[in-house]
Antibody, heavy 119, light 105 residues
Framework: QVQLQESGPGLVEPSETLSLTCTVSGASISTGGYYWSWIRQQPGKDLEWIGNIYYSGSTNYNPSLKSRITISVDASKNQFSLKLNSVTAADTAVYYC???????????WGRGTLVTVSS | QLTQSPSSLSASVGDRVTITCRASEGISSYLVWYQQKPGKAPNLLIYTSSTLPSGVPSRFSGSGSGTDFTFTISSLQPEDFATYYCQQIHTYPYTFGQGTMVEIK
């Protein structure tokens, strides 16, 4: 059974960099065949796709965030990561990672982690 | 861009519920439906507009192609009270609808 788990600081100061890691268990990122996505949900708002990565390092980013995000993969640790720089209160959200069956669906999802941007 | 409607609805157990999702451009059948309960991650219900993954009850169904899509719960059950989202997975950036909250009447 494939499981994903997000980890990282729950509180980030404005203008700093938000860093999250998603650890995958029950499957190997380096096997290929799937992308790995980050999605966020601001409080009481809709889901927003942030971007994805393939095990090779190939990425796709949401243009609305592209200038501030970096998604990377560490296949040796079976992890992929998100960095979002210059954060503001508008970046406060629950951040999810998910296995991305490219052009099919996202499944499974991690449980999500709340990141609050505040001083 | 996806426009989902209604944004909320009230229904009773046993009711038939229908939610629509309209894409601003044609997306063939690359449309996904998820269910999200409070404090939980979204859960896959339907993909390629009408395909149910293994384990998803048959009371859920989807249809449509191009720009207009429909999601239906044939007989609402207590565990179905949740928020439902559509997602287009045809073109980057992937986008989600605004969600439909299904509440108890």
């Amino acid at each position: 059974q494939v499981q994903l788990q997000e980890s990282g600081p729950g509180l980030v100061e404005p203008s700093e960099t938000l860093s999250l890691t998603c650890t995958v268990s029950g499957a190997s990122i380096s096997t290929g065949g799937y992308y790995w996505s980050w999605i966020r949900q601001q409080p009481g708002k809709d889901l927003e796709w942030i971007g994805n990565i393939y095990y090779s390092g190939s990425t796709n980013y949401n243009p609305s965030l592209k200038s501030r995000i970096t998604i990377s993969v560490d296949a040796s640790k079976n992890q992929f990561s998100l960095k979002l720089n210059s954060v503001t209160a508008a970046d406060t959200a629950v951040y999810y990672c998910a296995r991305d069956h490219q052009h099919w669906y996202f499944d499974p999802w991690g449980r999500g982690t709340l990141v609050t941007v505040s001083s | 861009q996806l426009t989902q409607s209604p944004s909320s609805l009230s229904a009773s157990v046993g009711d038939r519920v229908t939610i629509t999702c309209r894409a601003s451009e044609g997306i063939s059948s690359y449309l996904v439906w998820y269910q999200q309960k409070p404090g939980k991650a979204p859960n896959l219900l339907i993909y390629t507009s009408s395909t149910l993954p293994s384990g998803v009850p048959s009371r859920f169904s989807g249809s449509g192609s191009g720009t207009d899509f429909t999601f239906t719960i044939s007989s609402l059950q207590p565990e179905d009270f949740a928020t439902y989202y559509c997602q287009q997975i045809h073109t980057y950036p992937y986008t989600f609808g605004q969600g439909t909250m299904v509440e108890i009447k």
